[in-house]
């Protein structure tokens, strides 16, 4: 199954429409990506300005109290400003000491058999030893959190305690942000895709607009035939493919041209030469028969009557093969205008055959499968006449002199042409002479003009039918004319 391949101009409206759909799809994907990570970035931010504030509220608090040391131990005093610090920031603090167990925490109660399950991992104290402020980032069901480790120092710069925020990061709100820019988005680039399809196919109208002009000059151009070139005001890449259309248009009339004078030329050269050998073949018997009668010129000699006799015999001889190449040239020149009218085809071979039928040696049959006695066709009755003659004829002449000669003539009719085939029981056409059997100047007998064949393929196509032949070397050959019905009589087969 074959695959046609879309027009110029489909594929300029689908690339453009493609290129609009895949920005829009480029820049949805840049959006999703830019408002997660500022989203990222936002948490980030926020729970360093909480765990600052929150470290910043407890030193504050440690500069008044006694408390300078490691905690080691649970305070009551610390513990309720822990307390009171998440409750005033709504955050939840742990407090761990310096070894990385539970002090304090203002979610769990120091009752709560869990209380003592929280530690720091070991990788995280590993990393908070190393940095003193740790943020790492987990998932706890559906919920994304945030965990920020800092060490909490006294008034000497000593580390006394380790603070924990948790940190519960919520999407929702980027999601809805990122969701009505989205739906904005689309708005403007639907808005935007019908502009655009609107555009691509006026576009691709007006650029394919010149080469369809281009394509329908292309088509119409012929060799034989006036090719007007086309006007181009632009100096663009369509401009310079006018200007080579326009060029080629120009070398095709001048080639044309100089194809038809050689064509005649050639034409004339190749008459001239046929002409010319035609006439010199009788000639040179003429000019042997009158020497010899000048030679033996002697008015007293007895059989002087009787070889005159036969001198004006071979003259009238050779002066009628004269005549006869001469006419054959001249009909073949002439094809004088057709007289086109209604002519009853089934008579008019009956009477070409009947013309042929006390050929002595010879046995001709005409048969008329079509049923009926009058079939009508259009056409020239000379013509058509000259044609049936020339086929019979050439049968006859391809007779070896040794074969009883037979020519069969037979009239058949098909849904809307007369077919008449002239069949003959001669040498047939060899294979290598096929292709030039209605070739003009081209025989395959020892005498003729080569004419007979080329005026009857000539006269068939003049009258909108056609000629061939079926051979069988060295038996048989068959010609068949095929011409066209009046349509009143296809309508009553």
């Known amino acids: 199954m074959s695959i046609t391949n879309p027009s110029l101009r489909s594929r300029i409206y689908f690339s453009m429409v493609i290129m609009i759909l895949v920005s ?30 929150v470290i910043a509220t407890i ?17 009551k005093d610390f513990a309720d400003k822990i307390l009171e610090i998440a409750d005033v920031n709504n955050l939840e603090i742990n407090v761990f000491n310096t070894s990385g167990e539970i ?25 908070l030893k190393r940095k003193e402020h740790v943020v790492i980032g987990h998932v706890q069901g559906d919920t994304k959190f945030l965990s920020t480790y800092s060490y909490v120092k006294n008034r000497n710069g000593n580390n006394i305690c380790i603070v924990n925020l948790p940190y519960s990061r919520s999407d929702a709100a980027n999601k809805s942000e990122v969701s009505e820019f989205l739906t904005s988005l689309i708005v403007v680039y639907a808005a935007m895709l019908i502009g655009v399809i609107l555009l691509a196919y006026l576009l691709s109208n007006y ?23 086309i006007y181009w005001k632009g100096s663009d890449e369509i401009g310079s493919l006018v200007a080579e259309y326009n060029h080629m248009v120009t070398q095709l009339e001048f080639s044309a041209e100089k194809l038809a004078k050689s064509e005649r030329e050639s034409a004339w050269r190749e008459m001239a030469k046929q002409v ?4 010199k073949n009788p000639l040179t018997p003429m000019k042997l028969s009158v020497q010899h009668l000048q030679r033996s010129f002697d008015p007293d000699d007895p059989d002087f009557k009787e ?11 050779q002066i009628d093969t004269l005549s006869t190449i001469a006419n054959e040239f001249s009909n073949f020149a002439k094809m004088p205008k ?21 050929t002595e040696n010879l046995k001709l049959n005409f048969t008329n499968n079509t049923g009926k006695e009058v079939l009508t066709i259009t056409g020239d009755n000379e013509q058509l006449t000259r044609v049936f003659n020339n086929l019979i004829k050439n049968g006859i002449q391809a007779i070896p002199n040794e074969r009883k000669g037979e020519i069969i003539v037979v009239v058949e009719m098909t849904a809307d042409s007369v077919i008449i085939q002239v069949k003959d029981n001669g040498i047939g056409i060899s294979k290598d002479k096929k292709e030039q059997i209605f070739v003009p100047n ?52």
């Not at 010319?276 to 006439?279: D, G, L, N, R, W």
């Not at 070889?307 to 001889?317: H, L």
């Not at 007289?339 to 009477?351: A, D, T, Y």
């Not at 000629?467 to 009143?488: A, D, G, K, Q, R």
Request: charged share 25%; hydrophobic share 35%.
């Open 24 to 53: 829009m799809l480029v820049t949805g994907i840049f959006t999703i990506y830019h408002f997660k990570a500022k989203n990222d970035v936002y948490h980030e931010k926020r729970l360093s300005r909480q765990e600052e504030r």
């Open 59 to 75: 030193q504050y608090f440690l500069k008044d109290s006694e408390l300078q040391e490691n905690l080691n131990t649970y305070i």
């Open 103 to 127: 002090l304090m925490s203002s979610q769990i109660e120091i009752e709560d058999p869990n209380f003592y399950l929280q530690t720091i991992s070991d990788s995280i104290f590993t990393e």
């Open 207 to 229: 650029i394919t607009k010149s080469l369809r002009v281009i394509k329908e000059r292309f088509k119409s151009v012929g060799i034989n035939k006036k090719n007007e070139p």
């Open 276 to 279: 010319a050998h035609e006439i």
């Open 307 to 317: 070889r005159m006799a036969s001198f004006s015999d071979k003259m009238i001889r």
């Open 338 to 358: 057709a007289n086109i009218g209604e002519i009853n085809i089934i008579k008019l071979v009956n009477e070409a055959c009947e013309l042929f039928s006390e």
């Open 442 to 493: 081209f025989t395959t007998k020892s005498s003729g003009s080569g004419l007979g064949l080329a005026m009857v393929k000539s006269i068939i196509e003049n009258h909108h039918g056609t000629v061939w032949f079926e051979t069988i070397p060295p038996t048989e050959t068959s010609f068949f004319v095929s011409l066209p019905m009046l349509t009143n009589q296809k309508d009553e087969l």
